[in-house]
Nanobody, 117 residues
Framework: QAQLVESGGGLVQPGGSLRLSCVASGSAFSTYAMDWYRQAPGKQRELVAP????????NVAESVKGRFTISRDNSKNTVYLQMNNLKPEDTAVYYC??????????WGQGTQVTVSS
């Protein structure tokens, strides 16, 4: 079983950047497919950065395309979300998601991102 811990959220001005991190416990991290989701108040959780195993028809939030990038460092059991040119509508709780090779899913506790002047 994996535990995921996100960090890096906070308050940023419009147009700014943030990099979120998600550290996973355990030795199987390199086998996990990792994604980032977000959920704004009153809205459904949406996928903002899919893992490379998802198909081309994956439903990714249109508003973040070209601004958000996912990356990972298996040596550190960490996945990152680089967010550039942030907008007020990016304000949400951001969640790290992992799926094991046999289909188990894990979620982090979330980290708050607030974009405001």
């Amino acid at each position: 079983q994996a535990q995921l811990v996100e960090s890096g959220g906070g308050l940023v001005q419009p147009g700014g950047s943030l990099r979120l991190s998600c550290v996973a416990s355990g030795s199987a991290f390199s086998t996990y497919a990792m994604d980032w989701y977000r959920q704004a108040p009153g809205k459904q959780r949406e996928l903002v950065a899919p893992n490379a195993r998802r198909g081309s028809d994956t439903n990714v939030a249109e508003s973040v395309k070209g601004r958000f990038t996912i990356s990972r460092d298996n040596s550190k059991n960490t996945v990152y979300l680089q967010m550039n040119n942030l907008k007020p509508e990016d304000t949400a709780v951001y969640y790290c998601h992992a799926q094991s090779g046999i289909g188990y899913e894990y979620w982090g506790q979330g980290t708050q991102v607030t974009v405001s002047s």
